[in-house]
């Protein structure tokens, strides 16, 4: 499977980056060159093999639903780029 | 003379009062201002003279513990109260972490002194630290040379002796390579071992954090303090951790190693084979046994890995948009603009290449062909080392199929992608690895992977205290130094 221009382009706007159009050609290249590697996978027989989503095969531990952070609101607005009457700011979204 | 010290021998002068926490402190920060090595991306020099006071006071109050006083350089990727933790990354540069990650505490509480925040590839994805917004770092034994990556100012900084040990994450060799090319001894613990709260997330099933060190016994000394279940980490395991530096003395007689065949194929660099075959030799000639196994899916880590990492990295790093911390662009003409511009101008190009192959990987209709099939290859990955480990107490190899190759010798993803072959492996598999000096080819370090089963960081530490105690690679250091 190879990209297409357009398919990266695509792909960039799903992962909220913008690419110029004077990168797409290049981005395209260097992101077909990486799934070049991936071709080899489809070699491999996986029938009847389960994916392996943890290395320890843990299940989540759960925890009593009690507080356990303490108060940082002061702290988290601090390194905030905007803030204003205790909110983050964003540009206008609704009018 | 100080730098050239390990931590064992450090901990000793302290107690015994042969020089104090603050001159030992004021000697690596002089050292750190002097260097061009570029391994750090923040000196703390007020912070670690306060920190070396406050030790000192315990050291003279008798209150000390063995590491009370000891200087380390934290790699940037642990969150540190008051201090900027960028993780090598513009999109982090502006930003100051209102709490400490789990081994930033645990290291403060063990009274040790932090002298800033190493350099590393950004966001952790690099094997050779060129791809930190900060600049590369330059390999003290050659300062044409990568010091690996991505822990690759924490590698330099060890290794050039500007600091006795360093913290580093290895998520598919992070820790072990840039030790190889720098070295020094490096281990990544099972996955679990260490707690990943506070550690900027790269790929979650795949990050674990380890010391950097000139010797098996440092690192269990550190070990000792990083180690252990941590209720912030929904991952972390809760599993007594040993006293890792009681078991460093046993003989290793009788243990029984295996070498993957598949390592010692195409594409490993004849100097280097040669360095890890003596090394291996040496553990033959005290008294352990060798024999060859096979992994049979090893070739098959690298398309696995560069699936699953970007998978994970580019669901990770959808946290980092402008909105609550770190940098947000100019102006923005509104929210979308807002989140595109400070992305693409925040995150560098290998970032965004990983982000975007995860994304596609992820997306409807490749998801089977690329992520699942990737979980599905790890499984077997996993399984080969499963059935290693039948026969076998520890797997060893090569770390990285050459020595430190030049600043700027790579210019594509892929073929630098294809020089973590021999680490991948165990990142995939959840097992502890180490990196232990083993020779030099062509005047550059070269390292011995050991790999070990779960939770078998103790005898991993023993074997190379061992190999350490026959050997002197580990203790040779870079031209004036």
């Known amino acids: ?95 | 003379m100080m730098h050239k010290l390990t931590v064992a021998e450090l901990s000793k002068g302290l107690k015994n009062k042969e020089f104090s926490s603050v001159e030992l402190t004021e000697h690596f920060l002089a050292r750190i201002n002097h260097s061009d090595l570029n391994a750090f991306i923040t000196v703390t020099d007020d912070l670690a003279l306060n920190q070396a006071r406050a030790a000192d006071e315990k050291i003279a109050n008798g209150s000390a513990g063995i590491l009370t006083g000891i200087p380390y350089a934290h790699k940037d990727i642990f969150c540190t109260i008051g201090v900027k933790t960028s993780a090598g990354s513009k999109i982090l540069d502006p930003f100051i972490s209102p709490y400490d990650a789990t081994v930033s505490h645990k290291l403060n509480s063990a009274d040790m002194i932090m002298l800033g925040k190493a350099n590393m590839d950004e966001l952790a994805m690099g094997s050779s630290n060129e791809k930190s917004y900060y600049g590369p770092v330059k390999n003290p034994w050659n300062k044409n040379k990568v010091p690996g990556g991505s822990s690759g100012g924490s590698a330099a900084a060890v290794a050039g002796r500007l600091s006795p040990f360093a913290t580093g994450t290895d998520t598919g060799g992070s820790i072990r390579q840039p030790a190889s090319l720098c070295g020094i001894t490096g281990i990544k613990p099972t996955y679990g071992r260490v707690s990943r709260y506070g550690m900027i997330a790269y790929a979650s099933s795949l990050d674990q954090a380890g010391p950097l060190t000139q010797t098996a016994e440092d690192a269990a000394l550190i070990m000792n303090v990083m180690a252990g279940f941590d209720d912030k980490d929904s991952t972390s395991v809760d599993r007594t951790v040993p006293d890792y530096t009681k078991n460093l003395g046993n003989s290793i007689e009788g243990l029984k190693i295996g070498l993957p065949k598949e390592f010692f194929s195409q594409g490993l660099d004849s100097g280097v084979a040669e360095t890890v075959m003596a090394a291996v030799k040496e553990f033959e000639a005290m008294g352990a046994s060798v024999q060859e196994i096979s992994l049979p899916n090893s070739a098959y880590a690298i398309p696995t890995y560069y699936i699953v990492a970007p998978c994970e990295c580019s669901s990770n790093l959808s946290r980092l948009d402008g909105v609550r911390y770190g940098y947000r662009c100019e102006d923005p003409k509104d929210l979308e603009d807002l989140y595109l511009r400070s992305r693409s101008e925040g995150f560098g190009p290998e970032v965004k290449r990983r982000i975007m192959i995860g994304t596609y990987a992820l997306s409807a209709g490749y998801y089977d062909a690329y992520y699942l099939k990737a979980q599905k290859v790890r499984h077997l990955i996993s399984e080969d080392f499963k059935k290693a480990f039948q026969d076998v107490d520890v797997i060893m190899g090569p770390v990285s199929p050459t020595t430190a190759f030049d600043l700027g010798a790579f210019k594509d993803s892929v073929s630098m992608y294809l020089a973590d072959i021999y680490t991948l492996s165990l990142n995939l598999a959840g097992l502890p690895g180490m990196s232990i000096p083993a020779g030099f080819s062509n005047n550059m370090p070269v390292g011995l992977q050991l790999i070990g089963n779960y939770w078998s960081e103790e005898l991993l530490l023993n074997a190379a205290h061992q190999f350490q105690g026959q050997t002197d690679w580990h203790a040779q250091m870079p031209e004036g130094v």
């Open chain 1, 1 to 95: 499977m190879s990209l297409s221009e357009q398919q990266v382009k695509e792909i960039a706007y799903l992962a909220r980056l913008s690419i110029d159009d004077g990168e797409v050609e290049q981005t395209t290249a260097e992101l077909n060159n990486i799934l070049g590697l991936m071709a080899d996978l489809a070699k491999i027989d996986t029938q009847g093999v389960s994916p392996m989503a943890h290395p320890l095969n843990m299940s989540q531990r759960l925890r009593e639903d009690e507080v356990s952070e303490t108060d940082q609101f002061e702290a988290f607005q601090a390194i905030a780029p905007q803030i204003g009457q205790s909110h983050f700011l964003v540009p206008t979204v609704i009018e």
